[in-house]
């Protein structure tokens, strides 16, 4: 088991997406997506950028890995294809990636589409060089009402919790990695607790 820490730069419901029952990471962080396994653990951290870099975003333990085809198909997560018909939860869906016939990539209109609902390149080929998507009932995710990160996790163990750089940090000794676990699970409760931090600012 193995715990992996980033800072999310945009906390905005879309990656991680933590709607419906399941925090979800299906975009971004293709890094993380490829190499975590069934029962490791995600820490997202907040970006300085917005006043939260001390503080935690969320936290998932992975239960569930899918292939994107996969991901679209199953009626569990058809919530989570966006729309921007309705609210903001819909909007920012993370079901956005399928092939088809051909075995074409297709994006759907979505926060990595271009302004007009046009694919997005770029996103695509970063967002498909890892075929799976990261899925959890057993989250926590705070947005940017989260907890501050407690001061062990910063100095005891000779290693930050908090990564600063824009990849992530997985190479923590096996006592803090419990200790942390111990924190989400004992003093943070489960679940969706508030919603995404750039939300405030979208409603305005």
């Known amino acids: 088991m193995r715990l992996y820490s980033y800072v999310v730069r ?32 995600i820490v997202g951290t907040g970006s300085r950028e917005n006043g939260l870099g001390n503080r935690l975003v969320y936290a998932m333990r992975v239960e569930e890995i899918f292939a994107f085809d996969d991901y679209w198909n199953d009626s569990r997560f058809a919530r989570k294809r ?20 051909n075995g074409i990539w297709q994006q759907a209109d ?38 501050i990160i407690p ?3 910063r100095i005891d163990y000779g290693i930050d919790l908090i990564h600063g750089a824009p990849s992530y940090r997985v190479n ?23 919603d995404p931090y750039a939300w405030d600012h979208l409603r305005r």
């Not at 399941?22 to 993380?32: H, S, Y």
């Not at 190499?35 to 490791?40: C, L, P, Q």
């Open 172 to 194: 923590f000794p096996n006592i803090m990695r419990d200790d942390v676990i111990n924190w989400i699970r004992d003093d943070l409760g489960m679940g969706l607790q508030a």
């Open 82 to 101: 966006p729309s921007f018909r309705g609210s903001l939860k819909m909007a920012y869906g993370d079901n956005i990636y399928h092939r088809d016939s």
């Open 10 to 41: 945009y906390d905005i419901g879309f990656a991680p997406n933590p709607f419906y029952g399941w925090c979800t990471l299906a975009t971004c962080k293709q890094d993380i997506r490829a190499r975590a396994g069934i029962g490791d653990w």
């Open 110 to 147: 979505s926060r990595h589409s271009f302004a007009d609902g046009t694919p997005n390149p770029g996103h695509i080929e970063r967002d498909t060089k890892a075929d799976r998507v990261l899925a959890s009932r057993d989250f926590v995710y705070y947005g940017g009402s989260g907890p």
């Open 151 to 153: 001061q062990r996790f």
